[in-house]
């Protein structure tokens, strides 16, 4: 059956440091990884897809890399603030290549805490 | 941007009760989502939509139902709850593969 691990259940770093959050998988090629935010209490908001024949994604201060061979995708966040605090997740989209529906499964995330 | 609302945020019923959680997503999205969320079991899905009247069960549809009689609502429903479907119960609606948009949630107590 599929699995999904990330890396660690929290990470605590410093401010102004980059966070790495790591995504692995096994047994399923996935067509698409995303990444989430989730804050307490709340329900996920999306931050980066990433496509299985894309290695690398930049949006402002998130960074995503995804390898196929290696089974893994790492989450970076660059010079990181307070306000990133939160719970990451990862979800991989097992859905047929020609759909149009995407089937998300979601690790169980990573709680990422930044301190000043 | 994109909207999708949960009826509400917090409930608590009684064992036995029908219980029903309704969303409703403002950007005329195809696709609508159920899932449950638990400490150590991240979120899991109960059950899909990709049409009005269609559905299709998750991973874990025992002990629900779903209705989707228009496009912007997707209704969950406990036809009996039990105390081990206390939950945090997210709704998720999107237009294609490429992202999903969640509502905030409802936290749900059977006692």
């Known amino acids: 059956s599929q699995k999904i691990e990330q890396n660690s259940e929290a990470l605590n770093i410093q401010e102004g440091k980059t966070a790495t959050l790591t995504c692995n998988y096994t047994?399923?090629?996935?067509?698409?990884l995303q990444w989430y935010r989730q804050d307490p209490g709340r329900g996920p908001v999306f931050l980066l897809l990433?496509?299985?024949?894309?290695k690398e994604k930049r949006k402002e201060r998130l960074k995503v890399t995804f390898d196929t061979t290696l089974k893994q995708s790492l989450f970076h966040i660059t010079a990181s603030q307070p306000a990133d605090s939160a719970t990451y997740l990862c979800?991989?989209?097992?859905?047929?290549?020609?759909?149009?529906?995407?089937?998300?499964?979601f690790g169980r995330g990573t709680q990422l805490t930044v301190w000043p | 941007d994109v909207k999708v609302t949960q009826s509400s945020r917090y409930l608590v019923k009684r064992t036995g009760e029908k219980v029903f959680l309704e969303c409703v997503q403002d950007?005329?999205?195809?696709?609508m989502f159920w899932y449950r969320q638990d400490p150590g079991l991240g979120l899991r899905l109960i059950y899909f939509?990709?049409?009005?009247?269609?559905?299709e069960k998750g991973d874990i549809p025992e002990g629900y139902s779903v209705s989707r009689e228009k496009k912007e609502r997707f209704s969950l429903i406990l036809e009996s709850a039990s105390t081990n479907q206390t939950s945090m119960y997210l709704c998720?609606?999107?237009?294609?593969?490429?992202?999903?948009?969640f509502g905030q949630g409802t936290r749900l107590t059977v006692v």
């Open positions: 998720a609606s999107s237009p294609d593969r490429e992202k999903a948009f």
């Open positions: 047994n399923y090629s996935p067509a698409y």
């Open positions: 990433i496509r299985e024949n894309e």
């Open positions: 979800a991989l989209d097992l859905t047929d290549r020609g759909s149009t529906l995407g089937r998300l499964y």
């Open positions: 950007m005329d999205h195809e696709n």
């Open positions: 939509s990709y049409d009005v009247k269609m559905k």
